[in-house]
């Protein structure tokens, strides 16, 4: 092996520019920011959002609308869903995961609403009923529980 045959491993990145290194590199002196002016300075970029000092589109628009941190946000489920489960089962926020009919429970967990009809009787344990789909399940011959 000679110096002559070296060659960069496989996978080799060539390293980043060195600035400021002297004017003979090539990226000496200003080191490629130019001569003054504030992005020439350390720390001298201006926020995603800034306009020149003029007052940013996101200030000029009027708020609209409310947000409740307090709402209460749940996974849905339909009483016609719970169909595909046999007779007799207990329905549990684990079991719809595995069913595939919730992706996760929500930070309130799941709600069970009336939509369409339930044909088997069930055992269901959900964080919140509506109250047609309560109805729904005890006319089917279920029973709907409240965890």
Same mark, same amino acid.
């Given at each position: 092996m000679?110096? #002559?045959?070296l060659?960069p491993?496989?996978? %080799?990145?060539?390293?980043?520019?060195r600035?400021?290194r002297g004017? !003979?590199? !090539?990226?000496? %002196?200003?080191?490629g920011? !130019?001569? #003054?002016?504030q #992005?020439s300075r350390?720390?001298g970029?201006v926020?995603?959002?800034? /306009?020149? !000092?003029?007052? &940013?589109l996101?200030r000029?628009? &009027? =708020?609209r609308?409310? +947000?409740n941190k307090?709402? =209460?946000?749940? +996974?849905?489920?339909?009483v %016609?869903q $719970? +169909?595909?489960?046999?007779?007799?089962d207990?329905?549990? &926020?684990?079991v719809?995961? /595995?069913?595939? $009919?919730?992706?996760?429970?929500?930070?309130?967990?799941?709600?069970i609403l009336g939509?369409? /009809?339930?044909?088997v009787?069930l +055992?269901? =344990?959900?964080h919140?009923?509506?109250?047609?789909?309560?109805d @729904?399940i005890?006319?089917?011959?279920? @029973? &709907?529980e409240?965890?």
């Open positions: 000679k110096l #002559n045959n060659k491993a496989a996978g %080799y990145k060539k390293d980043r520019k600035v400021g004017t !003979g590199s !090539g990226r000496g %002196y200003t080191s920011r !130019g001569a #003054n002016g #992005n350390s720390g970029s926020r995603l959002t800034f /306009e020149g !000092g003029q007052t &940013p996101f000029r628009f &009027p =708020k609308g409310f +947000n307090f709402k =209460k946000e749940f +996974n849905i489920v339909n %016609y $719970l +169909n595909r489960f046999s007779a007799d207990t329905i549990s &926020p684990e719809l995961i /595995e069913a595939g $009919l919730i992706d996760k429970v929500a930070k309130n967990g799941v709600k939509k369409g /009809e339930v044909t009787a +055992n269901v =344990k959900a919140a009923f509506s109250a047609s789909a309560k @729904k005890e006319a089917a011959g279920g @029973k &709907p409240v965890i």
